[in-house]
């Protein structure tokens, strides 16, 4: 619910994300920091549109534990993305 709420009610970048995922093209996620109830989450993910270059898109989101489930990303900070066929949410 998170997710579909900050892409206004998309289900397209849950469906897609989750195929990036299954594919196995999602490299590494972790916190990048934590304050208070606040996690800054980056995760490094490689391109579909050209697997075999070294360059990754760098995916940030912003979680506050606070908030009730389906309202935790930051409403302030919308997820980011590199990528240029999405660009930033």
């Known amino acids: 619910m998170d997710s579909i709420n900050v892409s206004a009610g998309y ?3 849950v469906r897609e994300g989750e195929e990036v995922l299954n594919a196995g093209l999602v ?3 972790g916190i990048k920091q934590k304050e208070g109830n ?10 579909t549109s050209g697997i075999t270059t ?8 912003w979680i506050d534990l606070k908030k009730e489930y389906g309202q935790r990303v930051f409403k302030e900070k ?3 993305c590199e990528c240029k066929a999405v660009g930033k949410m």
Do not use: C
């Open 38 to 47: 606040i996690l800054h989450i980056q995760a490094l993910v490689l391109r």
């Open 78 to 80: 919308f997820a980011e």
């Open 27 to 29: 490299i590494s996620v």
């Open 11 to 13: 289900v397209r970048p």
């Open 54 to 61: 070294q360059h990754l898109y760098l995916v940030e989101i």
